[in-house]
Structures are given as structure tokens and as C-alpha cells.
T-cell receptor, first 109, second 114 residues
């Protein structure tokens, strides 16, 4: 079966750096997405990786290793507003999006 | 601004009383999706439309139906809601299914079943 694994919850301190990992096992691969979801709100797009390596976008970066079935989202200079769930999703060979359950990130002052 | 709009944002219904949730989009996207999301869980795809082509997920209960009368609008009908159907229902659109096409979500409709 297809599977996405992410830690359930992480805690970090305001101003620090946090890395959220995602491992996947899917039937084929057509890209990996990271979405941010604040409590009670809809997911919003953060990043897309289809080739190996690091994609940087401001305070957020996303890394992909296709051979290892692994990605991470790196958040720098954490702010209180970064408290949210972070969802990893992989597009399989049929272009279906397989979603992880999300990592709830708690930021402490 | 181009966007995806869902109505109502909050819906309370009684057990077994039909509910219709609506979604409209000004992005002119071909693909429209309906997801069900329960607390701390991954979004679960119920069905999607690729233009007028309807695609039902194998494990979507018959209790859930959908209509897409035109490009801009899509509806989710829950014929006889049960307590287990209480959830956030998310509508999303994308230009296409392939590759880097990003899903744009509406704000969601939270359904409570009494």
C-alpha cells in the first residue's frame, strides 16, 4: 500500500530552526508537496519538489531525496504564527495525491 | 482576487437530514476536488471532476454524491448524514492533475451532526 510518515507533533522555540521529516512509499512519484494548515483553516501551499535537492523560499526550505523516499521541510527564524500543522503529500504514478496526517508544530516563546 | 469559495462555513444538521455544501471558483481550473478531513488526520479524497469527467474514490460511501453543473460550481450532497460524517469538508481546484499543479483550497465547510 501507499504510505506517508511524518512525526505527529514537534515543539520548537521562537527564533530557532526546526526540521520536519517526511518519508514515503508510493506507486511511482510525480512530485512532493508541503502544505501549511492552521487550526480550523484550509491547507495553503508551501513548496513543491520533483528533483533531488534543496528548494529555498524565504524562511522555508524543502529537501528531496527520491532514492531514499525522503523529504524534509526546514523552517528558520521561527515565529509564533508558524504554529500550524504541516502536511506532506506525494503525487503517485496516477497523479493521485497521497497525504500524510500532518505534523503539528508548536512554537514556544 | 481569484479564489475558491465554500458555503456555508459552518453547517449544523440532524442525524439523517440531507445537507448540500457548495464550492465556487474564479480560477477557471479544470479539476475540482472534494476532501473530507477529520481532526489530526490526512485529508481524504471523496471524488474529483476533471472537467465534466466524474471520478469517484472506491471507498467513498454512496451517502456522498456530487454535482458539477458548470466549470465554476461544484456541490457535495450528503444524503443521510451520520455522526461519523461530522468533519471539515474541503473543496480544492487545480489547473490539471499532472505534475506541479498546485491545489488551491477553499476555507472549508465544517459539518456538525446532532
Amino acid at each position: 500500500g501507499q504510505n506517508i510518515d511524518q512525526p505527529t507533533e514537534m515543539t520548537a522555540t521562537e527564533g530557532a530552526i526546526v526540521q520536519i521529516n517526511c518519508t514515503y512509499q508510493t506507486s511511482g512519484f510525480n512530485g512532493l508537496f508541503w502544505y501549511q494548515q492552521h487550526a480550523g483553516e484550509a491547507p495553503t501551499f508551501l513548496s513543491y519538489n520533483v528533483l533531488d535537492g534543496l528548494e529555498e523560499k524565504g524562511r522555508f526550505s524543502s529537501f528531496l531525496s527520491r532514492s531514499k523516499g525522503y523529504s524534509y521541510l526546514l523552517l528558520k527564524e521561527l515565529q509564533m504564527k508558524d504554529s500550524a500543522s504541516y502536511l506532506c503529500a506525494v503525487k503517485d504514478s496516477n497523479y493521485q495525491l497521497i497525504w500524510g496526517a500532518g505534523t503539528k508544530l508548536i512554537i514556544k516563546p | 482576487d481569484a479564489m475558491v469559495i465554500q458555503n456555508p462555513r459552518y453547517q449544523v444538521t440532524q442525524f439523517g437530514k440531507p445537507v448540500t455544501l457548495s464550492c465556487s471558483q474564479t480560477l477557471n481550473h479544470n479539476v475540482m476536488y472534494w476532501y473530507q478531513q477529520k481532526s489530526s488526520q490526512a485529508p481524504k479524497l471523496l471524488f474529483h471532476y476533471y472537467d465534466k469527467d466524474f471520478n469517484n474514490e472506491a471507498d467513498t460511501p454512496d451517502n456522498f454524491q456530487s454535482r458539477r453543473p458548470n466549470t465554476s460550481f461544484c456541490f457535495l450532497d450528503i444524503r443521510s448524514p451520520g455522526l461519523g460524517d461530522a468533519a471539515m469538508y474541503l473543496c480544492a481546484t487545480s489547473g490539471d492533475r499532472a505534475g506541479a499543479n498546485v491545489l488551491t483550497f477553499g476555507a472549508g465547510s465544517r459539518l456538525t451532526v446532532l
